[in-house]
């Protein structure tokens, strides 16, 4: 039997209600299974411990972290804590530190989530973007001069650097290859001169190597125009850390909700290891009333499960997901429902229950 080692940071809001939905999959995936085993180990960071000791993590925390295959996060922020600290000095750490230069965001519109487009089918959403996770406009490179004085200047500089860009859109066409698939580059090469236009040089350069796939290339504007004007443009879509940021929020909108996000932070050589994580925030208002959207969380569960090798149980998950969103008798109130997140959890459960052990 295989064992995958799992630390699990609750963290913030809602996040230790929706994970708490996600471990109860898994737990159903090993018990149908039967040859796989998740070993959980839980770490109470995030702005609560900050509240406690001045800091995000405990200052052993990365090397804590190292010996984990995956780490499955909750949320990241509370009132109280600046953003720019509970995201750079827990979030941001973990990306950097593993080098988790791959953001994986599925942007599809599954069988009976709602879309706020007009006459869109269902298969016409359904891409993967794939965003530079390590540096870019996010690096936290820059300079703060001459603070409270009338001369004040912020510098805030992206940093591409050969190896982050090529990288990172050298996995971005192997994806598309696989997949058979169409690759879009999103940048903005007409207004920033030097990162955009490097960034369009390597795309090109690179794609060289790679004739047999069909690429298009789009500013950022314009490509947030297309997503919601004509998303089926889009298949494998590769950009940099911020316009990633961005734009796989406005797909989470066409795609039926912040609820229904998740994202995948990996490390594609499993040097250190990678993060799973539902996208929407830890949503204070709302924390501790139960009706939080677990959806996101099991489906970032199910990027894991790709991850360490069971496609057929992640698609089975997704499958479980829809299933519960077809019946529409199970739903939190974000999409419709009056069910609770633990509810929502178990339907899903039960879905997978009557879903044929995959061959993995």
């Known amino acids: 039997m295989k064992t995958h080692k799992v630390a699990v940071i609750a963290g913030d809001g809602i996040g230790p209600e929706v994970l708490a939905e996600g471990i109860k999959v898994l737990r159903k995936v090993e018990a149908l299974d039967g040859n796989m085993k998740f070993d959980f180990t839980h770490f109470p960071w995030g702005c609560e411990y900050y509240a406690n000791h001045g800091k995000m993590m405990a200052d052993d925390g990365m090397d804590q972290l190292r010996n984990f295959e995956a780490i499955y996060l909750g949320a990241v922020g509370f009132p109280g804590v600046p ?20 953001n994986i965001r599925p ?17 016409e959403v359904d891409m993967i973007v794939i965003r530079e ?7 936290g490179a820059g300079d703060w001069l001459f603070k409270g004085k009338p001369e004040e200047v912020v510098l805030q500089t992206g940093v591409f650097s050969r190896k982050g860009t090529e990288r990172i859109i050298r996995y971005a066409y192997e994806l598309a290859r696989k997949e058979k698939k169409t690759l879009t580059s999103i940048s903005k090469a007409n207004a920033l001169n030097y990162s955009m236009v490097f ?6 350069e690179v794609g060289k190597e790679y004739p047999e796939v069909k690429t298009a290339s789009y500013l950022v504007d314009a490509a947030a125009m297309f997503f ?17 940021d961005i734009i796989t929020d406005l797909g989470a909108a066409i795609a039926g909700g912040m609820g229904l996000a998740a994202g995948a932070n990996v490390n594609p050589e499993r040097l250190h290891p990678s993060m799973f994580e539902p996208i929407h925030g830890s949503a204070p208002d709302i924390a501790g009333k139960g009706i939080a959207n677990p959806l996101a969380a099991i489906w970032s569960a199910s990027q894991m499960l790709d991850f360490f090798g069971y496609n057929d149980w992640g698609r089975a998950v ?3 997901i829809e299933k519960v969103m077809v019946e529409k008798k199970t739903l ?3 999409l419709g429902g009056t069910s609770t997140t633990s509810e929502v959890g178990n339907a899903v459960i039960a879905a997978l ?7 993995c």
């Open 107 to 123: 942007v599809q519109l599954l069988e009976g989530a709602p879309c706020p487009l007009k006459d869109v089918k269902r298969e």
């Open 228 to 244: 919601v004007k004509q998303p089926q443009r889009f298949q494998i879509v590769v950009t940099s850390n911020l316009f990633g």
């Open 353 to 359: 229950a009557g879903i044929s052990k995959p061959q």
């Open 133 to 139: 996770n390590s540096e870019g406009e996010y690096a």
């Open 83 to 102: 953003d720019h600290v509970s995201l750079r000095e827990l979030l941001l750490k973990i990306r950097k530190g593993f080098d988790q230069y791959v």
């Open 318 to 320: 997704l499958k479980s």
């Open 332 to 334: 939190t109130p974000d």
């Open 199 to 204: 960034w369009d040089q390597v795309f090109e």
